[in-house]
């Protein structure tokens, strides 16, 4: 059995998405969605357009590439761009309307040397020591009437395990903002992993990942991974396969190859044992050998988000990584 020109891919739940969204919700009614990294796998297009009918118009991207994708789907929404912008595309944000953030005080100086009129968020480094102004340049900065701000926002290191540390970077954030009117400013500071445990009183929405796919949280996991079987063929007791000869069957069974492999998704040394399968050997570039004692007649293996959890969790390594290393 020979399947030619399949391709693994990602399907979403549109109800679950919905009802994981609502859970957000009741935290705070703004939703920022950050659809970077191609919406994590399942491709930032089918991702924002089902956010779009799930009446989400706040968006969050890291390049511009993925902000221009976003802005040919919808003219109206709002896009903020996590990373730092050239100067040569100050023109293309301001026209297309793309919220801009301010990381450093370079930042800043570069936008007053060209006049930007634009909009921007200022970030505000609470402890990430990732991105962001020191208080003193975030005072200097927010007191420029000839930047047009009109965002406020921070990271946070982590969630629960972390809840000493994110307590002090909240903190510190509110003492900052304390001192200046906050009335006319979107903020945010709390993400997926902190938004259920700690809450800036200044804050107006929140700013959500992966948390959308149910799977942070373990709430309504909306998305599975479809994996094409692109030849099943048998073998026996005591037969090798692979590369090194690195798997060797204890029992009889079968070998489901899967297009689909450490050039777009699971680590060379991924252990998986699930549903019945193991993999046989170590993952090729472009393939996945799967063993199983079953001999499936279907053309395809379904690995459903609590799947996905197992196989993380197994192999000690995120689901954000499993899931932006993905490229549908």
Do not use: W
């Not at 924002?48 to 991207?61: D, G, M, P, R, T």
């Not at 962001?132 to 340049?137: A, H, L, P, Q, T």
């Not at 938004?195 to 309504?220: D, E, P, T, V």
């Not at 090798?240 to 680590?267: M, Q, R, T, W």
């Amino acid at each position: 059995m020979v399947n030619h020109m399949l391709e693994p891919y990602i399907s979403l739940n549109h109800k679950k998405l919905y009802e994981n969204i609502k859970y957000y919700k009741e935290q705070e009614e703004t939703q920022i969605i950050v659809v970077k990294s191609n919406g994590y796998g399942v491709g930032i297009k089918r991702l924002v357009k089902a956010l779009l009918e799930c009446k989400i118009n706040h968006f969050a991207v890291f390049t511009l590439k993925e902000a221009k994708k976003i802005r040919n789907i919808d003219k109206q929404c709002f896009i903020l761009l996590l990373n730092s912008i050239e100067k040569n595309d100050l023109t293309y944000c301001y026209r297309q309307n793309i919220t801009i953030s301010i990381n450093s005080y370079e930042d800043y100086l570069m936008l007053k040397r060209n006049r930007y009129k634009g909009y921007a968020h200022l970030k505000l480094d609470t402890g990430m020591h990732r991105y962001g102004v020191n208080n003193k340049e975030f005072y200097k900065i927010i007191k420029d009437k000839k930047i047009n701000i009109t965002g406020i926002f921070s990271h946070l290191v982590g969630g629960i395990d972390e809840y000493p540390y994110i307590k002090k970077q909240v903190d510190f954030f509110d003492s900052v903002l304390d001192k200046i009117d906050t009335s006319k400013y979107l903020i945010h500071i709390c993400s997926t992993n902190s938004c259920k445990i700690i809450k800036s009183k200044y804050q107006n929405a929140i700013r959500i990942g992966m948390g959308i796919f149910g799977l942070m949280n373990h709430l309504n996991p909306c998305i599975s991974l479809h994996l094409p079987i692109t030849l099943k063929r048998a073998i026996k007791r005591n037969e090798y396969c692979s590369y090194n000869l690195s798997f060797k069957a204890e029992k009889d069974g079968f070998l489901y190859v899967i297009p689909l492999g450490y050039h777009n998704l699971f680590l060379p040394n991924t252990k998986i044992k699930i549903n019945g399968f193991i993999n046989a050997g170590n993952i090729c570039m472009n393939c996945l050998i799967l063993y199983s004692e079953k001999n499936i007649e279907k053309k395809a293996i379904t690995l459903s988000g609590y799947d996905l959890i197992k196989i993380s969790l197994d192999n000690n390594y995120s689901l954000y990584y499993l899931l932006s290393s993905f490229t549908s």
